[in-house]
């Protein structure tokens, strides 16, 4: 597990919970990059999107870095949501971390957070022959986000008790 979230959220100041918030969306976005190949005519990876590939990378480390420095525990990422209780903990993580920052004004809806879980909950269903949790239509607002990550946090444990890992 990310080593940020294994203290429980609850236990974070305000700073620390909205500057992690920052942290985990920047995250989500460069994975959801790094991960995704999307197919370009002629099957050549363009200029422009090895730009945003750089662009993500490079605002991400640059908030992880200051962030590290400043918290303990570090963020570590999560690179394992390969499992239904993996993915579990670590949408009900974010779903609390979310709860905190719900009212700040730096807080925005996730949509490359919910991509990387949704993306994460997609192909565990793939391998494990179920269906896919379906994605409800965008709302933009972080009530909502708090509730697809628990609906997500839910379809994950009810596979866990299903599937043994």
């Not at 209780?85 to 920052?101: E, I, K, Q, T």
């Not at 719900?102 to 949704?118: C, G, I, N, R, T």
């Amino acid at each position: 597990m990310a080593a940020t979230l294994e203290a429980p959220v609850q236990n974070l100041s305000s700073s620390q919970a909205t500057e992690l918030y920052l942290l985990v969306n920047l995250e989500a976005q460069w994975e959801n990059l790094r991960i995704y190949q999307p197919v370009t005519p002629g099957g050549a990876v363009n200029l422009k999107e090895l730009h945003q590939k750089q662009k993500a990378y490079e605002a991400f480390f640059a908030k992880l870095v200051p962030y590290n420095k400043q918290y303990r525990p570090a963020h570590v990422s999560e690179l394992l949501l390969n499992s239904a209780p993996r993915l579990g903990v670590w949408c009900w993580r974010m779903r609390d971390l979310h709860l905190r920052v719900q009212h700040d004004s730096q807080a925005h809806y996730p949509v490359h957070l919910l991509e990387k879980a949704y993306r994460w909950a997609d192909r565990l269903a793939d391998r494990l022959k179920k269906d896919r949790i379906t994605r409800p239509a965008l709302s933009g607002t972080i009530p909502a986000a708090i509730r697809e990550l628990e609906d997500l946090a839910q379809w994950c444990d009810n596979l866990s008790r299903v599937q043994p890992s």
